[in-house]
């Protein structure tokens, strides 16, 4: 860990990304008034003017990392959550990386030799290919713990049900099954924890369960509005004011799908 006291101020080599991911229509890393030392690789950094001092481990090289491709729009990244976990834990990181778009409706050769299981997130670590969100989450976490993101055992299902009863729900066909019940019932135990316990799952800062559940609740959103005019009613405030600021966090805008794209990715699920 280095602390820089120098004032001068630099676009930090390691935080643009690469110019494939501008294309994809994602901006590239805010300018922002970071202090930062280029010869190394974990550095403490310090916001001009702020007191605080904010550290943050950085990668020197952008991780390369596999996530679905847009099914409406070329080039673009895709709707799926589990991808978007993961670049959203790069982002709150501030970790550079590489995006490779996968159509996973005609896998290429080069990614089912990666991973022949053929799904999406892979993130290459020390020259070998990684899989699954979870893995990868707290892969990052172990290499770069600063910020740290963790989420206490105790508290990192909370939420964890929301997902399940909203697929359950955007799948039925019969209004009176009690899916629609059984999503509103998680999500009013999830309001009444967070207005204890909130704003966030572990409290004042966001961690990893909320980039796990927000990309899922994006999902919820979009789907359930547009395919059972349905929306998480004003009777649960604390979800609504919850999903508002994970939506609005500038790492989120940048790694969200488009909503045409989340519409049509639960299209099959919700026909068939
Ligand atoms: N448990 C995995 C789930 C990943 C997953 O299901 N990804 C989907 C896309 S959202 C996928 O790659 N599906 C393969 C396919 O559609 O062929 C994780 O957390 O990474």
Redesign the pocket.
Known sequence: MVTLLSSSRIQPAAFVLSSSIKQLGINSYPRSNFLVSPHHSSLCLRRSGARRTLSVSMSATPLETCV?ASITVPNRLGD????QRVLLTLEEKHLPYDLKLVD?ANKPEWFLKINSE????VIKFDEQWV????VITQTLEEKYPNPPLATPPDKSSVGSKIFSTFIAFVKSKDPNDGTEQALLSELSSFNDYIKENGPFINGKEISAADLSLGPKLYHLEIALGHYKNWSVPDSLPYVKSYMKSIFSRESFAKTRALPEDVIAGWRPKVLG
Do not use: I
Request: aromatic share 8%.
């Open positions: 679905k799926c959550p589990f991808c996973l053929g799904k999406v997130p899989a699954d969100s979870d």
